[in-house]
């Protein structure tokens, strides 16, 4: 059932930023037509929708049927990265020190590792041997061609037993994953002074995972970019999203909603709680908000 808080709903024009994976797009990488329907009629009432995204630029650029529902433009890498309509206004490395520090840490303890770029994911080889042991699970079934074009991505830019300086340059996202209980929470300690990092949860496999960003770039701080670049008040923004990478987005928003497939800290900080992404969960929130 649909869940709200009571505040004055402004009818005005609204910057709507929407996360994709968990919110937007299934496991089974479909956008339910009832999302589609519900953002082109946002669009059309004149709001604002905005990708906001931990997927760098070319995961998002995979799903065509994302973009083709024309937003205004595109927050990914956890919002280092901002385009609005096709121009970059906004990108944030980690620095490379930072960078070579991490992997060098991490690989040593044999996390599987991806080092993510705009137009590139580099991984090393626990990261390849775990989504391999991901593809294996899937054989036969349905998603399967989903998760060998995701391992695809990362065989193409495999990282060298021992990385050159190149390779740290330029890594706007750090994802990672580890088999041991405690490993997330000892990253965060180590890191988290000079680094913004999130907790994941790593498809269909045991253990604890992560993604790390630049101090200070988020999801939140895109969606502040992205209201001030249009001059649209805080109070007027509204964000959808799924899990701990979102919440800065949701904190930072003048409603924040979790879906209802969402994780139970995200609830408990939402202003609102929608229904599920399979649910028409997108559609129920935007007619709640009356954005549609």
Known sequence: MLQCAAWGVNLGKKLVCLDIDGTLLGLDGVVPASAIDACLNARRNGHRLYICSGRNMMEVNVNREILDIGFDGIASSGGAHIEIDGTVVFD??????????????????????????????????????????????????????????????????????????????????????????????????????????????????????????????????????????????????IAFGDSDNDRPMIEAAGVGVAMGNASDSLKAIAGMVTTSLDDDGILNGFRKLELI
Request: with cysteine; net charge neutral; proline share 3%.
């Open 92 to 237: 944030a490395a980690i620095p490379a020190e930072t960078v070579r520090e991490i992997y060098l840490y991490m690989n040593g303890l044999g996390f599987g590792i991806a080092l993510e770029k705009n137009d590139a994911i580099l991984s090393n080889k626990h990261n390849i041997a775990h989504w391999e042991a991901v593809l294996e699970n899937f054989e036969g079934h349905e998603k399967q061609k989903r998760f060998a074009r995701l391992l695809d991505t990362k065989m193409k830019n495999p990282l060298p037993e021992i990385p050159e300086a190149r390779h740290y340059e330029n890594i706007n996202k750090i994802v990672f994953n580890c088999k041991s209980s405690g490993c997330f929470a000892e990253v965060r300690r180590m890191f988290g002074q000079d680094c913004e990092i999130f907790e994941s949860s790593i498809p269909f496999s045991v253990g604890e995972g992560g993604e790390i960003g630049r101090k200070g770039v988020h999801k939140g701080s895109a969606l502040k970019r992205i209201a001030e670049h249009h001059g649209i008040a805080i109070a007027d923004t």
